[in-house]
Nanobody, 128 residues
Framework: QVQLVESGGGLVQAGDSLTLSCVAS????????MGWFRQAPGKGREFVASLRQNGVAKYYSHPVRGRAAISRDNDKNTLNLHLSDLKPGDTAVYYC?????????????????????WGQGTQVTVSS
C-alpha cells in the first residue's frame, strides 16, 4: 500500500512558477511509475506528466510541454513537478499518482487506469 501526499499548491499570478511535491509512504517507491494529473473546475481529470522508475524517461502533455519539469528522488520517496510561465488555464487540483503494474509499453502512462494509488490533490490557482 502506498500513500501519497501532495503539497506546494497555492494562488499565483500568470507568468509565475511553482513546484509541486508528492511524498510517498510505503515500500518500493523506486518500482513505481509516477504521474501528475490535474482536474479543472467542471472538467475531467487530465494527464500532465509522468516519469518512469529510473527517472530518465519523462512524458508531458501538450498543454504543459516546455513549461513543466517532472523529477523524482527515489532516496527521499519524492516526486516533484515544476511549472513555469503559469497560465489561468493551469488552474486545477493537481494529483500525484503511482503505478506498479502498468506495462512499460503503455507510454506516456497518461490514463487514470495506469495508476493504482492517488493522492488527495493540491489546489493551484493562477490569476490573470
Amino acid at each position: 500500500q502506498v500513500q501519497l501526499v501532495e503539497s506546494g499548491g497555492g494562488l499565483v499570478q500568470a507568468g509565475d512558477s511553482l513546484t509541486l511535491s508528492c511524498v510517498a509512504s510505503g515500500p518500493s517507491f523506486s518500482t513505481y511509475v509516477m504521474g501528475w494529473f490535474r482536474q479543472a473546475p467542471g472538467k475531467g481529470r487530465e494527464f500532465v506528466a509522468s516519469l518512469r522508475q529510473n527517472g530518465v524517461a519523462k512524458y508531458y502533455s501538450h498543454p504543459v510541454r516546455g513549461r513543466a519539469a517532472i523529477s523524482r528522488d527515489n532516496d527521499k520517496n519524492t516526486l516533484n513537478l515544476h511549472l513555469s510561465d503559469l497560465k489561468p488555464g493551469d488552474t486545477a487540483v493537481y494529483y500525484c499518482a503511482a503505478g506498479l503494474r502498468v506495462p512499460p509499453t503503455r507510454v506516456p502512462y497518461g490514463f487514470d487506469s495506469d495508476y493504482e494509488y492517488w493522492g488527495q490533490g493540491t489546489q493551484v490557482t493562477v490569476s490573470s
